[in-house]
């Protein structure tokens, strides 16, 4: 697969003469062993509960809380470049092989079926889960047959619905922006009549996004930001407020009745890359339901199209689940 990064390499590049400070480096070093053992010790003792057969109260939908809320609005006001640092962090803790032993209690404390993980399958080809990250990162062994021409990209809370004639304006760090940037270049080209909707994907659910429609690839466009938390309950007013902010990739693909879809596949904390198939390129021919993208560590997706997707607001969607009934 190929990679396209979130904008690491210049955060990178601007702090090699700073980490080069043998100081700087155990500075760094011991902030991350201190980090990885209180994310150890969580999972530790998920992994405990589900030996001890003691099953925790299961949240489906999140819900803010008193602690999560501040938690948010304390990551919130982390200058981006600490964002960054501490989302690649994250990924090297979760690709470590002893995180492998994350697993099990984790399915325990959040899926109501015990056999969950039976039905997927590392997505590296690997044989077996290595590490928490190829657990995130799971596909399916036997992908459902797909029966319809519209399809859902992804799984996940719909967490905002809208059409573009509603002409919703945010104001972010005192600019106005409307709801068409989101999709960068594009945004102009967005029919009034079309729909949005964004699918807020948490850290349980399935991480690949898939074409919502057969057709080309006529468009994609990598758009630098910030990496604000996405969880839709936090920003009451307008929940893809971080789609405005996040570093993001659009994808526009181009239908058999000449109607172009737009996703903007949005990254967010502790997302380190938005890995892309090696066939997705300008001029691509792809099928509904044929995986784009996979995202490691959470984000969220929006999508322009000429269909409403016909299912209620803040309801829980399933990847290839059809948007409406066939025209």
């Known amino acids: 697969m190929k990679t396209e990064s979130l904008n690491y390499e210049a955060v990178e590049a601007s ?54 809320m501040r938690l948010v609005r304390f990551w919130n006001l982390f200058p981006a470049r600490l964002k960054i640092w501490l989302s690649k962090q994250n990924k090297r ?42 657990f995130f990162t799971r596909d399916f062994i036997k992908r459902q047959k797909i029966t319809t021409k519209y399809a859902s990209p992804c799984e996940g ?23 068409r940037d989101i999709f960068g270049r594009s945004a102009s080209r967005i029919p009034s009549d079309y729909h949005f909707f964004n699918i807020f994907l948490s850290n349980r659910n399935y991480h690949h996004i898939h074409a919502p429609v057969s057709g080309k ?5 990598r758009m630098a930001g910030d990496l604000i938390v996405l969880r839709p309950w936090y920003y009451k007013k307008n929940p893809s407020l971080p789609a405005f902010l996040n570093e993001r990739v659009n994808v526009n693909i181009l239908d058999s009745d000449g109607r172009t879809w ?39 997706c929006c999508v322009a199209s000429p269909l409403e997707f016909e299912v209620q607001n803040l309801t829980s969607v399933e990847v290839f689940q059809p948007l409406k009934k066939e025209l």
């Open 217 to 221: 690839v006529t468009g994609i466009e």
């Open 157 to 179: 809370l719909l967490c905002d619905k809208t059409t573009f004639k509603e002409n919703r304006v945010s104001n972010v760090k005192g600019e106005k922006i409307g709801m």
């Open 15 to 68: 702090s090699k003469s700073s980490v080069s400070n043998p100081v700087v480096v155990i500075i760094y070093e011991i902030a991350y062993v201190f980090y990885a053992s209180i994310i150890s010790s969580y999972f530790l003792c998920l992994l405990l509960l589900s030996v001890l057969k003691i099953k925790p109260p299961i949240n489906l939908v999140e819900s803010p809380d008193f602690i999560s």
């Open 93 to 134: 803790l979760f690709e470590s092989s002893f995180t492998q032993f994350y697993i099990r209690g984790y399915i325990h404390r959040n899926y109501i079926d015990p056999n969950y993980l039976n039905q997927f399958t590392p997505s590296n080809q690997n044989s077996q889960f290595r590490s928490f990250q190829d």
């Open 262 to 300: 737009f996703l903007s596949i949005v990254g967010g904390p502790v997302v380190n890359s938005i890995l892309f198939e090696d066939f997705i390129s300008l001029g691509s021919q792809i099928e509904v339901g044929d995986k784009i993208a996979t995202f490691e560590l959470g984000s969220t």
